[in-house]
């Protein structure tokens, strides 16, 4: 009699022990298919907030809702089954207060069956953090390069390169990691900045345009699959160009379709014959 095969999901405090071990593997996932193709792969799916330009056509992540978050962090449950899952908290459902924070967080918690929720922010975002942490929701927190933030840095560029720069960064990773959480993504960060902050705090670094020497790291998956835009920024390395096969797929379809070759027969059902018995 063969065993059943029990499948036990990665947790947060398995990502948390990951620090200074072997690095950690994350994508980005914001349906079911796509869940199910990484899962198997990765310790943790991250549903970010980027949904809202690889999806949506979106310019940045500002106009992205807590109900749009909630249900793609459903669809990427309902494809996954090994990975960590952790949903992005958008723009202003949790920097008003950690009260409301609690509130939309606990939502995303209770309607996704997610682990967690990643927040972005440093000092000012520690007490929320705390506030989280303590009431029973683990927390990725995120320095560095914050995509919430883009039009008050003056757009997206990297930080670091200068000493008040570097000074935040480093005070802020160790705010959010006094303030509980437990690990940090560290996004477009000189390198030098992103080696330093990861020898400096205790929880794992996730880097994204940072450091090779980070505790992890994580793209966006339809970056490294060559189905997201033409532009390619410097931190992405692409391991397919899919596009083109799917910009073939859909020719040839079109062609059969407008020849009349599609559908076939094979592709059709046959009548059945109905009994003239009463």
Same mark, same amino acid.
């Given at each position: 009699?063969? /065993? &059943?095969?029990?499948?036990?999901?990665?947790?947060? !405090? $398995?990502?948390?022990?990951?620090?200074?071990?072997?690095?950690?593997?994350?994508?980005?996932?914001?349906?079911?298919?796509?869940?199910?193709?990484?899962?198997?792969?990765? $310790?943790? %799916? %991250? @549903?970010?907030?980027?949904?809202?330009?690889?999806?949506?056509?979106?310019?940045?992540?500002?106009?992205?809702?807590?109900?749009?978050?909630?249900?793609?962090?459903?669809?990427?449950? !309902?494809? *996954?089954?090994?990975?960590? @899952?952790?949903?992005?908290?958008?723009?202003?459902?949790?920097?008003?207060?950690?009260?409301?924070?609690?509130?939309?967080?606990?939502?995303?918690?209770?309607?996704?069956?997610?682990?967690?929720? /990643?927040? &972005?922010?440093?000092?000012?975002?520690?007490?929320?953090?705390?506030?989280?942490?303590?009431?029973?929701?683990?927390?990725?927190?995120?320095?560095?390069?914050?995509?919430?933030? @883009?039009?008050?840095?003056?757009?997206?560029?990297?930080?670091?390169?200068?000493?008040?720069?570097?000074?935040?960064?480093?005070?802020?990773?160790?705010?959010?990691?006094?303030?509980?959480?437990?690990?940090?993504?560290? &996004?477009?960060?000189?390198?030098?900045?992103? !080696?330093?902050?990861?020898? &400096?705090?205790?929880?794992?670094?996730? #880097?994204?345009?940072? *450091?090779?020497?980070?505790?992890?790291?994580? %793209?966006?998956?339809?970056?490294?699959?060559?189905?997201? #835009?033409?532009?390619?920024?410097?931190?992405? /390395?692409?391991?397919?160009?899919?596009?083109?096969?799917? $910009? #073939?797929?859909?020719?040839?379809?079109?062609?059969?379709? !407008? *020849?009349?070759?599609?559908?076939?027969?094979?592709?059709?059902?046959?009548?059945?014959?109905? *009994?003239?018995?009463?």
């Amino acid at each position: 009699m063969s /065993k &059943e095969i029990v499948t036990r999901r990665v947790t947060t !405090r $398995d990502i948390r022990l990951k620090k200074a071990g072997e690095p950690v593997v994350a994508l980005t996932a914001y349906t079911a298919p796509m869940a199910r193709l990484l899962d198997r792969h990765v $310790d943790l %799916l %991250l @549903v970010g907030d980027s949904l809202g330009m690889v999806v949506y056509g979106m310019d940045t992540t500002i106009g992205v809702t807590l109900d749009m978050m909630i249900c793609h962090a459903q669809a990427v449950m !309902r494809g *996954s089954e090994h990975a960590c @899952v952790i949903v992005d908290m958008p723009f202003g459902s949790y920097q008003e207060s950690p009260a409301q924070a609690f509130r939309n967080a606990a939502r995303i918690m209770a309607e996704t069956g997610a682990a967690g929720v /990643k927040l &972005e922010g440093g000092v000012e975002m520690a007490e929320t953090i705390e506030f989280l942490v303590t009431r029973g929701i683990p927390v990725f927190g995120h320095v560095g390069l914050k995509p919430q933030a @883009v039009h008050a840095i003056g757009g997206f560029r990297a930080q670091g390169r200068g000493e008040a720069e570097i000074r935040q960064i480093r005070t802020d990773a160790k705010a959010v990691s006094d303030a509980g959480a437990f690990a940090v993504v560290l &996004e477009g960060t000189v390198e030098p900045v992103a !080696r330093a902050v990861t020898a &400096e705090i205790p929880i794992p670094t996730i #880097g994204i345009g940072a *450091s090779p020497a980070c505790d992890g790291q994580i %793209l966006v998956t339809e970056d490294i699959l060559g189905l997201f #835009g033409t532009f390619t920024p410097k931190f992405v /390395k692409r391991y397919a160009e899919l596009a083109p096969a799917v $910009d #073939g797929a859909v020719e040839q379809y079109a062609a059969e379709v !407008r *020849s009349r070759v599609f559908p076939g027969p094979e592709h059709c059902f046959a009548a059945t014959k109905i *009994s003239s018995e009463h």
